[in-house]
């Protein structure tokens, strides 16, 4: 008899994203005339960069040709682009990382997802709430985060930090000390932010506990306070307590074509039930080594043309368009009196909703009555419940029409 692994029973039914996908898809089923702006998804809008076009072009070309064919790449990623993520994204800021210290990859949402088998079941894990699914969802998979509590939205061995207006966003130190913290800065789905001050509270936590941090900052190319860390290396000590996972989907719109990397110090330990010292750069390479081939080589010749003068040139560009999108949600809900956070340093402007009014009841009164989506807070946790977040990631004619749009609905 073929035994399944039972964790992923103890996952709630649906995955967010594809209940909303059914919700539209039914709604554009019954009204087909009806156009829908979808601000709900973070999916870029924008073509990629030409500078990352004509690259992949290129490199399309030299697996025609014998004298240039690649087979399979490093596991780790090509020197060429790992040399430029040390020089571009790090060393600029004064941040010593080495090559040997970045995994290239296809995406964070994998990495962050596959983080989860180099450690023990056991961890006590801490997750801010709301919170990005796949933190929790891939840690369920695994066994560490034990039952569902229907009642309380809440899974049995996860400790949940509360991020809500009441304090500012700003997750507090768990009365139990988790093994494991996820940090996603600036936030998805909230899009606020920690100052570098803030942040340097979590290191020395971190440190004290002999905990690690996942630091999640796919969305840092949008950070436009000065106060605000790109990296958690920009912190002293970080070093010795965090994983950084970084993403090219949003800064260069690679969410169809998949590049990310992984920054995993030599510094960073982690200890056996003994409590001897491992090194976890070498079991994340161990890990990569056996289950994953690489990301592809057009793919990473593509993420090399981010760095050049011309990439970087386009790819802000590209984020500023997105910028202004954000400007133009925050200005339009606060024009008719929601009170919204995030949007600055971030793609997502988060909402407050009046009058308790549930996130996915507003989300069913967008969609049906002006034909807009977003997310509901809730799908993001317990602490998202009253809230609903839109992303900046549409067109600039179809985030002015959704504020129009929303202007005319009473809530």
């Known amino acids: 008899m073929i035994k399944i692994n039972e964790n992923f029973l103890d996952l709630q039914d649906s995955y967010l994203f594809s209940t909303i996908a059914k919700k539209v898809a039914k709604f554009q089923e019954e009204y087909p005339d009806k156009k829908v702006i979808k601000l709900g998804i973070g999916d ?30 490093p596991e780790q990623g090509y020197d060429f682009l790992r040399e430029k993520i040390v020089e571009v994204d790090f060393k600029s800021r004064g941040i010593d990382i080495e090559k040997d210290e970045i995994f290239v990859s296809d995406g964070a949402k994998c990495d962050t997802g596959n983080i989860v088998d180099i450690f023990a079941k056991n961890n006590k894990v801490a997750i801010t709430d709301p919170v990005y699914p796949v933190y929790l969802d891939t840690n369920t998979m695994s066994g560490r985060s034990g039952k569902f509590n229907s009642k309380t939205g809440k899974y049995e061995n996860i400790i949940y930090m509360p991020c809500t207006s009441e304090n500012n966003f700003e997750p507090s130190f768990p009365s139990e000390v988790p093994d494991m913290i ?145 400007k133009i949600i925050r200005t339009g809900l606060q024009e008719v009196g929601f009170t919204v956070y995030g949007g600055v340093n971030a793609p997502y402007i988060w909402l407050k909703l009046p009058n308790g009014v549930k996130s996915w009841d507003f989300f069913d009164k967008l969609l049906n009555e002006v034909a807009v989506v977003g997310t509901p807070g809730v799908g993001f946790g317990p602490s998202g419940e009253g809230y609903f977040r839109l992303t900046a990631f549409g067109s600039k004619e179809n985030t002015i029409e959704a504020m129009e749009r929303i202007k005319k609905i009473n809530v």
């Open 182 to 326: 996820y940090l996603c800065l600036p936030n998805n789905p909230t899009g606020t932010v920690l100052t570098k001050e803030q942040l340097a509270k979590w290191v020395e936590y971190a440190k004290k506990n002999k905990s690690i941090i996942l630091f999640d900052s796919a969305y840092e190319a949008f950070i436009t306070d000065p106060n605000v860390p790109h990296s958690i290396y920009e912190i002293e000590g970080a070093k010795e307590v965090a994983i950084e996972f970084r993403s090219f989907s949003k800064t260069a719109g690679f969410t169809g074509v998949r590049c990310g990397y992984t920054v995993i110090p030599k510094a960073l330990k982690g200890y056996t039930e003994s409590g001897e010292e491992v090194t976890l750069n070498k079991l994340w390479n161990r890990r990569q080594c056996t289950k994953f081939n690489g990301a592809s080589y057009i793919t990473q010749r593509g993420a090399e043309a981010i760095y050049t003068e011309e990439g970087r040139k386009q790819i802000k560009e590209n984020i500023t368009y997105y910028q202004e999108n954000a």
């Open 44 to 73: 870029v809008t924008l073509p990629l960069a030409n500078a990352c076009v004509e690259a992949m072009k290129k490199a399309a070309d030299d697996l025609s040709k014998k004298e240039s064919f690649m087979g399979y790449g």
